[in-house]
């Protein structure tokens, strides 16, 4: 949308254009996060390894990380998850799994805003893994976690499974970037 300035065509957008794609970007981090407590309640894989989780959550952290233009859309997608989370529909039976969302999107963001600009899929990947790493640490300090799992595996394999999933979330957030015909 375009406005009028003193007779000549100005291609900035109108400040309603703005807000509503303000907006439109919000309801998107919402709805990411919303889908990633769906997909963690709904999808109980018996895996029994620690982190598997991370697979699709770092996915849909770093996917709203590159496709929605903002520095802190993770954290707003990680806020949205915490606060769905909190809904007692789920059956999270863990107190701090809100607590985790929001660790997890605020470390990633903040990992991803450290990083260079020039590889934006591998920072991701890189601060995904780190992050799903550290936020993976805080249920198991807070209780009886893992079934005895080694705090050494137990790392591993949150940085493992968080590293795959933020890699294949950035590299369909840039696919979208991409198609979108926007800078990452």
């Known amino acids: 949308m375009t406005k009028t300035v003193i007779g000549a065509l100005s291609t900035a957008p109108s400040s309603k254009a703005t807000e509503t794609t303000k907006a439109r970007w919000l309801l998107y981090c919402l709805g990411l996060g919303a889908a990633g407590v769906a997909l963690h309640a709904g999808v109980r894989l018996p895996l029994h390894v620690p982190g598997h989780h991370g697979l699709e959550w770092m996915a849909l952290l ?3 990380r590159l496709a ?7 954290t707003g997608t990680g806020t949205a998850a915490a606060a769905v989370a909190y809904l007692p529909i789920w059956g999270f039976h863990d107190p701090f799994a809100p607590l985790v ?6 470390v990633f963001d903040a990992l991803c805003l450290l990083g260079a ?3 934006p899929r591998l920072v991701s990947a890189a601060a995904g893994g780190l992050a799903f ?3 993976g640490f805080i249920p198991f300090l807070a209780g009886p976690h893992g079934g005895g799992v080694s705090p050494a595996l137990w790392a591993w394999a949150h940085f493992a499974f968080g590293l ?3 890699w294949v979330g950035a ?3 840039s696919w979208a970037v991409r198609r979108a015909g926007r800078e990452p």
């Open 133 to 135: 790493t550290v936020a």
């Open 117 to 119: 600009r020039r590889a």
């Open 101 to 106: 969302y929001l660790s997890a999107a605020v």
């Open 68 to 74: 929605v233009p903002g520095r802190w859309a993770a």
């Open 62 to 64: 770093a996917f709203a």
């Open 164 to 166: 795959t999933g933020a």
């Open 171 to 173: 590299q369909a957030g």
